[in-house]
């Protein structure tokens, strides 16, 4: 038996191994642009952020190169960010079963699926982690040309600059907390991987933690 890829409309055989298409080429190479800027972005943010850090900015070739750096690599976390933004927000919105799947986050961490309502192609959890990333991005953007005294200097009073750098550093470690619940998940949901390096997840995969989005590919209702 051969695997193969679902396409909406197609008939699925009960016992065939299925492969179910999550992300388009594009959008991988989208997704990791952003994933990897946000990690030199934390890299060379905590090595300006604390001397005791600082030994991190040898990465970059020393200080003075991380300090050049590091706002280059936010504007494009933001443009690649908008990227995903635009691809993504419409499956991230709120839907009525996201509350309910909510409310029982205590059968998502024991992994009792089968006492949660069927999920489209992402789960409240995902969304949560989705919109927020959203706006702590463009308040890690705003923040951070206030302080970006190369260019920007001007624009600013000292006393906003102060607030900015307060913002700037409190958004960083909440992002990159929530960048932390983002990989762990990824990792601790086994199968999830595969969707960002391959593309595609298992018909398996798919059943048991996005039924509804499943549903709607193979009656044809979803790309
Ligand atoms: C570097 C480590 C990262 C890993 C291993 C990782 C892994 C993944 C995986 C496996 C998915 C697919 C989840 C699914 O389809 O159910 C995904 C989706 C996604 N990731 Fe990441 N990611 C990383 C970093 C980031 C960063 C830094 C951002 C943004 C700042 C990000 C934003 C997203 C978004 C927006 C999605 C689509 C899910 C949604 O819209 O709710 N990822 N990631």
Same mark, same amino acid.
């Given at each position: $038996? !051969?695997?193969?890829?679902?396409?909406?409309?197609?008939?699925?055989?009960?016992?065939?191994?299925?492969?179910?298409?999550?992300?388009?080429?594009?959008?991988?190479?989208?997704?990791?642009?952003?994933?990897?800027?946000?990690?030199?972005?934390?890299?060379?943010?905590?090595?300006?952020?604390?001397?005791?850090?600082?030994?991190?900015?040898?990465?970059?070739?020393?200080?003075?190169? #991380?300090?050049?750096?590091?706002? *280059?690599?936010?504007?494009?976390?933001?443009?690649?960010?908008?990227?995903?933004?635009?691809?993504?927000?419409?499956?991230?919105?709120?839907?009525?079963?996201?509350?309910? *799947?909510?409310?029982?986050?205590?059968?998502?961490?024991?992994?009792?699926?089968?006492?949660?309502?069927?999920?489209? &192609?992402?789960?409240?959890?995902?969304?949560? +982690?989705?919109?927020? $990333?959203?706006?702590?991005?463009?308040?890690?953007?705003?923040?951070?040309?206030?302080?970006?005294?190369?260019?920007?200097?001007?624009?600013?009073?000292?006393?906003?600059?102060?607030?900015?750098?307060?913002?700037?550093?409190? #958004?960083?470690?909440?992002?990159?907390?929530?960048?932390? +619940?983002? +990989?762990?998940? #990824?990792? *601790?949901?086994?199968? !999830?991987?595969?969707? $960002?390096?391959?593309?595609?997840?298992?018909?398996? *995969?798919?059943?048991?933690?996005?039924?509804?989005?499943?549903?709607?590919?193979?009656?044809? &209702?979803?790309?």
């Amino acid at each position: $038996m !051969t695997a193969y890829d679902v396409q909406p409309g197609d008939r699925v055989n009960p016992g065939d191994p299925v492969t179910v298409s999550r992300y388009t080429a594009a959008a991988r190479v989208n997704h990791w642009i952003t994933a990897a800027s946000l990690v030199l972005l934390a890299i060379s943010g905590l090595a300006l952020f604390h001397p005791v850090l600082f030994f991190l900015a040898g990465l970059f070739g020393g200080g003075e190169n #991380a300090r050049a750096l590091h706002p *280059w690599i936010g504007v494009v976390l933001f443009f690649s960010f908008l990227g995903l933004f635009l691809r993504f927000w419409r499956a991230n919105l709120w839907r009525r079963e996201d509350g309910t *799947w909510l409310a029982r986050l205590r059968d998502v961490l024991s992994a009792h699926e089968e006492r949660l309502p069927e999920v489209d &192609k992402y789960n409240a959890g995902q969304k949560l +982690v989705f919109w927020l $990333m959203s706006i702590l991005i463009v308040v890690l953007i705003s923040s951070g040309l206030a302080i970006w005294d190369q260019y920007f200097s001007a624009y600013t009073t000292i006393e906003q600059k102060r607030l900015a750098v307060l913002v700037h550093s409190l #958004a960083a470690v909440v992002i990159i907390s929530v960048w932390i +619940v983002h +990989v762990y998940a #990824a990792i *601790w949901v086994r199968g !999830t991987i595969g969707a $960002m390096t391959r593309g595609e997840v298992t018909g398996g *995969w798919a059943w048991r933690h996005h039924r509804k989005w499943l549903r709607k590919l193979v009656s044809g &209702k979803t790309s």
